[in-house]
Every structure is written in C-alpha cells, then in structure tokens.
C-alpha cells in the first residue's frame, strides 16, 4: 500500500529544493565572478537572507496549518465524547422512564384507601426525582453539544425532556384528582388520559412508542460521531 504524502510534507520538500537551488546559484555566480565583477560577499549573504525568509515562511505556514488540523483533530474528539455521554444519558432516562411506568391495575383502585393512595402517590413522586436526576445531567450535556451539533440534534434532545414534562405535569393532576374521588365524567376522563401517561399500557402505548420513536431519531443523528 503506497503511503500517503502530506500536504506539510509537501511543503518541507519545496523548502528543500529551494534553498537547495538558491546555493546552487551562489556557487555558480561565486565561479562567474573570477571571470566578471562581481561582489560575491554581499551577493552571497543576500541569497542567504531570501533563503532564511522563505525557510521561516514555510516554517510559519506549516505551523499554521499544524496548528488547524490539531483543532479539527480535538474538535472531532470533542463531538465523539459528547455524543457518547448524549447517548448514555439517553438510554439512563428511557431506563428509568420504563421502570418507573409500571402496571396499574384499575380493579384495584377502588378498594385502595386514601392514606394507600398518598402512599403510591409519594413512591411514583420519589420515581420522578431520579428520572429528574438524569434528566438533568442530559440538560447540562446538551449545554456542550449546542457548540458542536448541528441545531436538529439539539431539537430531538429537546423534544426528548418535554416528554419527562409532561410525567411531571401528569403526576400532580393524576395525584391530586384520584385522592378526591370525584364521579364528574371530565375528571374521571382527566384521569385517565393522566394513567396513559404515567403508566405502562398493554396495548398501544402511545407514549412509549413516541418515547422510543425520538430516542432512536438521537441515535441515528449520533451514530456517525461514534463510528
């Protein structure tokens, strides 16, 4: 497999042959001038000067470009470890989403007391603070990928928390509503339209599947920075 010339090697080559060429042309104009007048002192150190000019331009400019890759270089890094803590973070929140929607059975409900109710009420609450923790941590991350990633990224991340929101606002309307044992048609559909949030459904659970729909928009976006 032939290796692959660089574009600084390129450059230190042509510095090279330059001043490779320019003492060449001292040598020979050092030769003429034992046949014709010429200052050979000042002419040699004037080729010098030019060769030692180009030779700290190149230099410069090989610097310069040095310095451009090591940014892309650590720019490239930077987007890797993001992407993995992005990630990470990702699936901790859809953990903890899944163990905290647990089953409710309906028949049970109405044979619960009040205290049992506050009781369940507190444990789910307690359930929300650690998914709170992690969605937190995902905020915080997200901080860092706004100056690397590209704005639909930062969009599906966005969307992702709106849904641990939306458990939240669920849990105080569903908490408060069911200790009051209200009959009122509207509340009782209220309820249930809470339940369908907060809890696991059997069939057609539309908030896992939307859950899981944007969490896996996130990895594919992310994926190529892992690769």
């Known amino acids: 497999m032939k290796e692959k010339i660089s574009f600084k090697n390129v450059l230190v080559l042509l510095a090279v042959i330059l001043q490779s060429f320019l003492l060449f042309t001292f040598f020979v104009l050092y030769y003429l001038s034992f046949f014709i007048s010429i200052n050979y002192k ?25 310095l451009k890759t090591w940014q892309e270089q650590l ?19 859809l953990d903890g989403i899944e163990k905290m929607r647990y089953y409710n ?15 369940e009420n507190y444990e789910y609450f307690k359930c929300l603070g650690k998914v709170d923790k992690i969605a937190s941590d995902l905020k915080i991350i997200k901080f860092k990928a706004i100056a690397v990633f590209e ?9 992702l928390l709106i849904k641990v929101k939306k458990l939240f606002i ?16 509207k509340i009782i559909e209220k309820i ?3 339940k369908k949030i907060l809890f696991k459904q059997r069939e ?16 594919n976006k992310l994926g190529k920075y892992l690769r």
């Open 42 to 66: 000042n002419l040699g150190d004037f080729i010098q000067s030019i060769a030692i000019s180009i030779t700290a331009i190149v230099t410069s400019y090989v610097a310069i470009k040095g």
């Open 75 to 93: 720019k490239g890094t930077t987007k890797y470890q993001i992407a993995k803590d992005l990630l990470e973070k990702t699936y901790l929140l």
């Open 105 to 119: 059975d309906d028949e049970l409900e109405e044979s619960k007391t009040k205290r049992t109710k506050q009781a």
């Open 151 to 159: 704005k639909n990224i930062i969009e599906d991340i966005d969307n």
């Open 170 to 185: 669920a849990h105080v309307d569903y908490a408060g509503l069911r200790l009051e044992n209200n009959q009122d048609k």
């Open 192 to 194: 249930e339209r809470e």
């Open 204 to 219: 057609n659970d539309g908030f896992e599947k939307d859950l899981k729909d944007k969490i896996i928009d996130i990895e």
